[in-house]
């Protein structure tokens, strides 16, 4: 599991949001989390309103993964786009949602 989120939190090393994606995906899979049943559903690129795909859904939890979150737009406009997942969801299933926006190493947790 170490080389798993070590990999994860390193910022330096060069590999798409795809990769991260999919090594966040095995974390959650791998990790004891305490998930169980249909909670261990974790979809990579589910679809979205309007022709757009979540990075990653898990339970009622939207991630957007960012190779790089840095402040000022980049870090506004990944916000934006996480908020509109999170309210999307949340009214198309009448559930609560929350929102989560990483690049491995920073994590930021939302709701609306």
């Known amino acids: 599991m170490q080389p798993l989120l070590t990999r994860i939190a390193d910022r330096r090393a060069a590999r798409s949001e795809a990769t991260l994606q999919a090594d966040i995906r095995q974390?959650?899979?791998a990790g004891d989390f305490g998930l169980i049943g249909n909670e261990l559903d974790v979809d990579l690129e589910a679809p979205a309103s309007?022709?757009?795909r979540i990075d990653i859904q898990v339970g009622f939890t939207v991630i957007e993964v960012k190779k790089r979150l840095q402040p000022g737009r980049t870090l506004h406009e990944?916000?934006?786009?996480?908020?509109g997942y999170v309210r999307s969801r949340s009214q198309e299933t009448g559930q609560r949602y929350v929102g989560?926006?990483?690049?491995?190493?920073?994590?930021?947790?939302?709701?609306?």
């Open 50 to 52: 309007g022709g757009r």
């Open 27 to 29: 974390l959650l899979l």
């Open 100 to 112: 989560i926006l990483t690049d491995g190493a920073s994590w930021r947790a939302y709701h609306l």
């Open 78 to 83: 990944a916000e934006r786009q996480l908020a």
